[in-house]
C-alpha cells in the first residue's frame, strides 16, 4: 500500500470518532466552540504523529516475539507489556510536549489550555498504536499512519464544532438541547463520512 | 455528598447520575461494541470488573499518592487490571475477545474508569469507592444492553443469536435493517435515548449558553 493511500484511508476512510468511534469522550465534550475545537485538532496532530513512530520502535526494540534473540531468548514474548509501555509513551510525551511549549512557544502553550494533559487518556491516541502493531506497519508507515489518523481526528473535531456553535441559536426541543443534539450531528456527520468508505480500496 | 446513603451511592449512576447520558464518560466503547447484546454484555462484564477492582486498591492508597504523579500511578493500576481481564477473556472467552478486538484493551483509557478513580476513589473510602464503582458499572452496562438489544433486534431480527423476528429471506415478513448495524445509527440512538431520558427528568436539561432576545418564549 503506497503512503498517500495509508494517508487517506486513516484519515477519512477509518476517521477515528465517526467511524470508529475512538476519542468520543473529547470529541463530543470539547466541540462546543470552533476556537477550542481547532486548538484540540493541532494537538491531536501533534501528539499522534510524534507517539506512533515512537511506539513502533519501542515495540519493535523491546517487546516484539524476537527481540531479545540477541541476548540469548529468542522465545521471549513479552507483548502483553505493550499496553502499559504505550500509555506511559503517550502520557510522558504529552508531559513533553507540555514542557517544551511552556518553555520556547507560551502564545501556543497558553491557546492549548488544559486540552494537552487531557490527551493522555484519549483513546483514539492509544487506538492508533495499537492498530500499528496489530496490522504490522514499518517505521515510516506508521508515521503515516498516525498524522493521518490525527487530521482525519482535527477536520472531524473542527466541522462538528463550527456546527455546534450554529446551533447555539436554534430553538431546539429542550431535551435535545446540547447532549442530544451533538449526538445527532455525529450521526449525520458519520452518514456522510460513510461515503468516503469506497474511496480506497481495502 | 456526605450525607449520601450507601443505597443512594449505588442508584444514582443508574438514570440520575448515568454516566453515558449525563456525565459524558466512556462514550466509545458505548457506541461501538453494541452491534449485538452478547458482546455489549461482555463488554458490560468486563468495564463494571475493571472498574471495581481498580476503585479499590486507589481507595486504599489514595493518601499516599502525590497529587502530582496521580495521574499516572492510577493508569497504571487501572491498565494492570485490564491486561489481567484481557487475558481471561483470551484463555476462556476467545471468539467474543476477537470480536471485541482493541476495544478490551481500550478500557484502560475508557474515560469512565478514569473519571472515576480521579472524581470518587480519590475522595473516598474504600467501600464507598466500590459502590461507586458498581452503581457506575451497573449505568453504564443498562445503556449498553439497551443499545445491545434494540440494535440487533433491528438489524438482524434476533436476540441473543435467536431469530425473533421472522426475516424474508426465511418466509417471514421482516426486513432487516441494514443500518442499525452501521456506525450513524449508533450515534443517533444513542441521541434519542438521552432525549428520552430527559424529556422524563427535565432537570438534567443543559441550560441555554447564550440568551436570545424574545427569551421568555423560550424558558416554558
Not at chain 1, 65 to 82: Q, R, V
Request: glycine share 8%.
Amino acid at each position: 500500500m503506497d503512503l498517500w493511500t495509508l494517508f487517506l484511508r486513516a484519515a477519512f476512510v477509518e476517521n477515528m470518532p465517526l467511524t470508529l468511534f475512538l476519542g468520543l469522550c473529547t470529541f463530543i465534550a470539547l466541540s462546543k466552540r470552533s476556537s477550542s475545537a481547532i486548538g484540540l485538532g493541532v494537538a491531536i496532530i501533534a501528539v499522534m504523529s510524534v507517539t506512533t513512530p515512537i511506539n513502533y520502535l519501542i515495540y519493535k526494540a523491546l517487546l516484539a516475539p524476537g527481540a531479545w534473540e540477541w541476548l540469548g531468548m529468542p522465545d521471549t514474548d513479552l507483548g502483553y507489556l505493550k499496553l502499559i509501555a504505550f500509555i506511559g509513551v503517550i502520557a510522558a510525551s504529552v508531559q513533553l510536549l507540555e514542557i517544551v511549549l511552556d518553555r520556547f512557544f507560551p502564545a501556543v502553550y497558553s491557546a492549548f489550555g488544559v486540552f494537552l494533559p487531557l490527551l493522555t487518556v484519549q483513546c483514539a491516541i492509544l487506538a492508533s498504536s495499537l492498530f500499528m502493531v496489530e496490522r504490522d506497519y514499518n517505521l515510516v508507515e506508521s508515521a503515516v499512519f498516525g498524522f493521518g489518523a490525527g487530521t482525519g481526528f482535527a477536520v472531524a473535531v473542527v466541522m462538528l464544532g463550527g456546527i455546534r456553535g450554529r446551533l447555539d441559536y436554534a430553538d431546539l426541543p429542550s431535551g435535545l438541547r446540547g447532549l442530544g443534539m451533538t449526538f445527532t450531528l455525529a450521526g449525520m456527520m458519520s452518514l456522510g463520512f460513510s461515503a468516503f468508505g469506497q474511496m480506497v480500496a481495502p | 455528598m456526605a450525607t449520601r446513603t450507601y443505597l443512594q451511592t449505588l442508584t444514582d449512576p443508574l438514570i440520575r447520575q448515568n454516566p453515558v447520558t449525563l456525565q459524558i464518560l466512556g462514550l466509545c466503547s458505548a457506541l461501538a461494541v453494541t452491534t449485538s447484546l452478547a458482546v455489549a454484555l461482555t463488554m458490560s462484564a468486563a468495564l463494571t470488573a475493571v472498574l471495581v477492582l481498580s476503585a479499590g486498591p486507589i481507595s486504599l492508597i489514595r493518601r499516599h499518592i502525590p497529587d502530582s504523579i496521580r495521574l499516572i500511578v492510577q493508569i497504571i493500576i487501572v491498565a494492570s487490571m485490564v491486561i489481567v481481564i484481557d487475558q481471561i477473556l483470551q484463555a476462556y472467552f476467545f471468539e467474543l475477545s476477537q470480536s471485541l478486538s482493541v476495544f478490551v484493551s481500550l478500557i484502560t483509557t475508557n474515560c469512565l474508569v478514569l473519571g472515576r478513580t480521579e472524581g470518587f476513589a480519590r475522595h473516598n473510602p474504600p467501600f464507598r469507592a466500590l459502590v461507586d464503582a458498581f452503581g457506575n458499572g451497573l449505568g453504564y452496562s443498562l445503556i449498553l444492553i439497551l443499545m445491545g438489544s434494540l440494535r440487533e433486534v433491528f438489524g438482524a431480527g434476533k436476540l441473543l443469536g435467536f431469530q425473533v423476528l421472522p426475516t424474508v429471506d426465511q418466509g417471514g415478513w421482516f426486513t432487516p435493517l441494514n443500518l442499525m448495524l452501521l456506525a450513524p445509527a449508533a450515534f443517533f440512538m444513542l441521541g434519542l435515548i438521552v432525549w428520552a431520558i430527559r424529556s422524563i427528568l427535565p432537570e438534567q436539561v443543559e441550560p441555554l449558553d447564550h440568551a436570545p432576545p424574545n427569551a421568555e418564549r423560550l424558558v416554558d
